[in-house]
Each structure stands twice: as C-alpha cells, then as structure tokens.
C-alpha cells in the first residue's frame, strides 16, 4: 500500500488520532442529524399531525398556555398526575420560553436522538477504542430507534434511550456523573432506576479465570452504594406517595388479562422481564470483561 494511502488509512482507523475521532463522531452527528431531519419532515407534514402517544401525555400540558384548558376532564388530570416531575419540568420551561407543548413535542426527538448517538459513540469507544467501531454503533442504534414510535414520541419513555446510553457510559469510566443520570433517571422515568441499579450491582462481578468473581477492590463497593443510596432517595417519594388513581390494576389481576399477556399490545410481563434480564446479562460481563 502506497504511503499516502497507509497515511489516510491509519488516519480514519487509527485509535490514536484526535482529528480520525472527531471525523468519525461529526459523522455519526450528521447521520442522526438527517435521520431527525426526515422525522421533522413527517411531523410537520400537516398542521394537526400529533405523534400517538403525544395525544395522551402531552396534550393536557396545554394548560400551561392556558390553565383554564380540560376543566373537570379526568383523562386530562390523569395524565397529569403521573408525568415525572422532569418531563413536566421540561414542557413546562418551554412553554414559559413560548413553545406550544405540542410543537416543541415534535422537536424534541431530533434533539434526543443526536445525545443518544454521542453517548453511543463514546460508550462504543470505551469498549473498543476504534472511532469507526463508535460509528457504526451509533449509526446502527439510530436507525434501530427510527423503526420504533418510543424515542419519536418524546414521552417520559424517549428519555430512557440517551440515560441509559449516558448512564453506561459513566459507569465506564467509574465518574460520579454515573449518579447523576440516576437522578435524572428518576426524574424523567422513574422505573429506568431499578434497570441502573441492577447494573450497578451487577457491575460488582467481573469475568476471572473462567468464571464470575466479586470485585475486590472497596472502591468498587462504595462507588455502588453512593449510586444505591441515590436510587433510593429517588424512588423514596413514589413508595410513600398516595395517589387519587391508585391502583388502576393490580399484578395479579393483570395476569389474569390477556391485554397484558403474549400477543397482545402490551405484554408488560413478558417485555419487563426479558429488558431486564437482557439488560443485566449484557452490561455486566461486557463491562468487567472489556473494560
């Protein structure tokens, strides 16, 4: 291989050019630039186009601009009562700044999409230190989110994707940043908790001589209990809150349904316990082995 060619090739494989991974993350931004552009394109195709979910929980946030919106509608104060306190937080600032809750609804996936594709792409290279590897990654985990309605929706649920990619990426790198996206996981999702606190715990075990072994270092075990005791002062308020709707179905009663059962729309058991132990497997001895 000619010099210059050896020079480009090592230039956008190389893991230790600045330049190579700030091409290769500019890359990945563009793309999921482009895939928020198209999303933009479909939302703001009609003047009443509202996404599906949106039509549930957001559309009672128009009582910001008007807090005499729905009066006695108890859909509306439904959906009120259970928003996380940040997701009401961030409709709430943007419609103090002027944007109507359902405009800044159909903005906001653009903007989640492009922190979940960072996250992704240097999570990608705290595993495998290869920037080209982070792009694909990045580019590939985009497209698997444009195929879904979840981060598109921009509900409570679009937050979990770039927390979680956040979340694992500090975990990474042991920051104390890792507690911060625990608060903000139960800010926003509070049920995204109880996936970072499982990892947390499991990130303990690592992969030595064949088989799984505690860590040994105690730094290890506080960082897991400072990240512990975060989750629980997050989750303590929802514990010991009452609510006017509570329970709007018991466990054992929605195992009794085939609403909630395979097949259906929302097969809560079926998807709970496979993200989780799914979840669980990957991070844990991906983490302790690569890392």
């Known amino acids: 291989m000619d010099k210059p060619w050896q020079e480009l090739y090592a230039w956008l494989f190389s893991a230790r050019e600045p330049s190579g991974k700030a091409f290769w993350l500019g890359c990945t931004l563009l793309l999921a630039g482009i895939y928020g552009a198209l999303g933009l394109r479909q939302a703001f195709a009609g003047d009443y186009i509202v996404q599906d979910d949106a039509r549930q929980h957001v559309f009672w ?5 008007d807090p005499t919106l729905f009066p006695k509608d ?11 306190a940040g997701y009401r937080g961030l409709y709430r600032l943007a419609a103090a700044i002027g944007f109507n809750p359902l405009v ?39 497209q698997s989110l444009c195929l879904e309605d979840d981060l598109m929706s921009a509900t409570p649920r679009a937050f979990v994707y770039p927390l979680l990619a956040a979340f694992l990426y500090y975990l990474a790198r042991r920051s104390w940043l890792t507690w911060a996206v625990i608060l903000l996981g139960g800010l926003f999702y509070p049920q995204a908790v109880l996936l970072f606190t499982g990892i947390l715990a499991v990130s303990l075990l690592e992969w030595r001589q064949g088989r799984l072994r505690l860590l040994s270092k105690s730094k290890d075990y506080r960082f897991f209990l400072v990240g ?10 929802f514990a010991l809150s009452v609510s006017a709707y509570d329970p709007t179905i018991t ?27 799914g979840c669980l497997a990957v991070a844990v001895v991906f983490f302790r082995a690569c890392c």
């Open 228 to 237: 512990l005791a975060v989750a629980i002062l997050v989750l303590l308020p």
């Open 74 to 84: 108890a859909i509306a104060d439904y959906f009120q009562t259970v928003a996380p």
């Open 104 to 142: 800044f609804n159909q903005l906001l996936p653009p903007l989640l999409l492009l922190l979940t594709a960072g996250y992704v792409f240097a999570l990608c290279l705290e595993i495998l230190p290869l920037p080209v590897a982070g792009f694909m990654a990045a580019t590939l985990f985009n």
């Open 61 to 65: 946030m128009l009582r910001y601009l």
């Open 251 to 277: 466990a054992a009663q929605a195992r009794e349904l085939p609403e909630f059962g395979v097949g259906a729309g929302g097969p809560v058991f079926l998807v709970i316990t496979a993200g989780i132990f």
